[in-house]
C-alpha cells in the first residue's frame, strides 16, 4: 500500500463537524501514522470510526478514533436522536450527524413598520388614515426544526406598541359614558400633538424556511391581546408645554393578523394586516383593516 497520512484521513472524517458548524474551528492534532498497512473508515448511525490496522515499523500495531459531530443549538436546545431527547444549555452542542428534528428556544423579529387602515366617513376628516408600529414578535419563543433544520414552526410570546394620530387641529376626546371621539383644538395651538397608543402581547405561530445560507421567508398568524391603550393631547403656547393623557379606554381585546417576512442574513422586510377594528363597537372611530410595512431584524 502507499505511505498513507493517517493525519489527513482524521480530518477528512472530520468535514460533517465543518459543514454542520458552518465556521472554521481551531483543530488538533489526534494521531500521526506513517505508511498504515491497512485504514478502514466506517459510520455507524451519527458516529464515523477510523480504524488502522498496522504500520510500517509495527505490523501488530492497532488504533481507533471516534468522530461524533456537532449541532451548534441557539438560546436553549432540546436535541432529539430517535426516541431520546437530550437538553442542551447555551452553549453546548447537540451531538449529532443525523439530527433532523429538535427544539429551540430563541428570542427574534424586532420590527419598526409604517401603515395605514380604514376609518368610517364620520370621522375620516379628524382622524389621520397612517399609524405607525414597533415591537418584537417574539421576546420568546419555542421552534420545532424539521427538514435537517431548514424549516421550522415556532410559538413565540412578544410585544407590540402601535400608534394612531389626529388631523390638525382635532384632538381626542372621551365621553363620560366612555366613547372615543375628538374635538377641534383651538387653531392657535402650537406643536399640537394628539396620539392613540394601543400596546399588547401577542403570540405568533409562524412557519419559516430557509432559502440557502442567506434568505429566509416567513408567514404566520398572530393572536394580540390589546391590554392596554391611552390617548394624549399635548401643544405649546408662548410660555409653557401642555400635555394631557386619558387611559381606560375600551379597545378591542383579542384580535387576530397575519404576517409575511423576507430576510437576508437575518435583516429584511415585513408585511402584517388586522381586519379588526381597534375600538369595541360603538366605543370609538370604527378604524379597522390595518396593515403595516416595515423593516424587521433577527427574522431567520
Partial sequence: MKKISALLLLAATALPDACLAGNAADTDTVKVVDTPRQVVVTQN????????????????????????????????????????????????????????????????????????????????????????????????GLAYLFNQSRSRVSLGVGFDWTQYSMRNPYLWNRSDDGVVGWEKGATDYNKHHALLSVYSLQFPLMYRHSLGKRWGIAAGAVMNWHCYASFTNSHRDDVNDYSVTTHGLHQRKLSFDCVAMVTWHGIGAYFRFAPQSVFKAGFGPEMKNRWTLGFVLGGW
Fill in 45 to 140: 448511525g451519527n458516529e464515523v470510526l477510523l480504524h488502522i490496522d498496522g504500520s510500517a515499523t509495527d505490523p501488530g500495531y492497532r488504533y481507533e478514533y471516534r468522530v461524533k459531530p456537532k449541532r451548534r443549538g441557539r438560546l436553549f436546545t432540546a436535541c432529539r436522536e430517535g426516541s431520546e431527547v437530550e437538553f442542551h444549555h447555551p452553549f453546548s452542542k447537540c451531538d449529532s450527524a443525523g439530527m433532523q428534528h429538535h427544539f429551540e428556544v430563541f428570542l427574534s423579529d424586532v420590527y419598526f413598520g409604517f401603515g395605514g387602515h380604514s376609518i368610517d366617513a364620520a370621522n375620516r376628516d379628524a382622524v389621520n388614515k397612517s399609524m405607525c408600529q414597533i415591537g418584537v414578535l417574539n421576546f420568546v
